[in-house]
């Protein structure tokens, strides 16, 4: 079974620093994996998905993310936080080729002035 | 365009009454997928559509959840004697259908029973 494990439920950075939001994958087969962002009251957004192609997966608002298979990791870096970045952070992975998504638990990121 | 829309945005009912909570996704999405998110969690699977079938609906917690798409484009999830265990964001999504097709969300609905 495909499965996700966010390692930090909350992440706490200072403007203009990076970000890492970590995530490890379960997976029986080649994986598709994806990160989307929540901000209070909206709607989840996609911010980048990882399809088998490059290892290194650059999304929007200047997140990437490395699939790295010997890790069975799919990290969120960013190279400088801003603080319109403080939100809920999902890593997930597909069950099968139907879409079906598994979502992990969430990393809250906060952003402090 | 415009994007998912789900209907009502909250909901309050009483602890055993019947809701119904509606999704309509993007012009021409062929995919139809429900999901549950309660406080501080990640969105748990619920069921999915593929035009007016239901290829999915493993993610059910029991027979009091059912969800329809009769049409292939709005859907509807009926909770029946709801709980209080059922409060939490009732979330849509649709998407083109095919593996790698990213699912466009909408705001959700955020179920309270009291």
């Known amino acids: 079974a495909q499965s996700v494990t966010q390692l930090d439920s909350h992440v706490s950075v200072s403007e203009g620093t990076p970000v890492l939001l970590r995530c490890n994958y379960s997976s029986s087969y080649s994986p598709s994996l994806f990160w989307y962002v929540q901000h209070p009251n909206k709607g989840l957004q996609l911010l980048l998905k990882y399809t088998s192609a490059a290892t290194l997966v650059k999304g929007i608002n200047g997140f990437e993310a490395e699939f790295k298979k010997s890790e069975t990791s799919f990290h969120l870096t960013k190279p400088s936080a801003h603080m319109s970045d403080a939100a809920e952070y999902f890593c997930v992975v597909t069950s099968g080729n139907t879409g079906k998504l598994i979502f992990g638990q969430g990393t809250t990121l906060q952003v402090k002035p | 365009g415009a994007g998912v829309s789900q209907t009502p945005s909250n909901k309050v009912t009483e602890k055993g009454k019947y809701v119904e909570l509606r999704c309509d996704p993007i012009s021409g999405h062929t995919a139809l997928y429900w999901y549950r998110q309660s406080l501080g969690q990640g969105p748990e699977f619920l069921i999915y559509?593929?035009?007016?079938?239901?290829?999915?609906d493993s993610g059910l917690p029991n027979d009091r959840f059912f969800a329809v798409r009769p049409e292939g484009s709005v859907s509807t999830l009926k909770i029946q004697r709801t709980e209080r265990g059922d409060s939490a964001v009732y979330l849509c999504a649709s998407s083109e259908g095919t593996a790698y097709s990213p699912l466009h969300f909408g705001n959700g609905t955020r179920l309270t029973v009291t």
């Open positions: 559509f593929q035009g007016t079938g239901a290829a999915d």
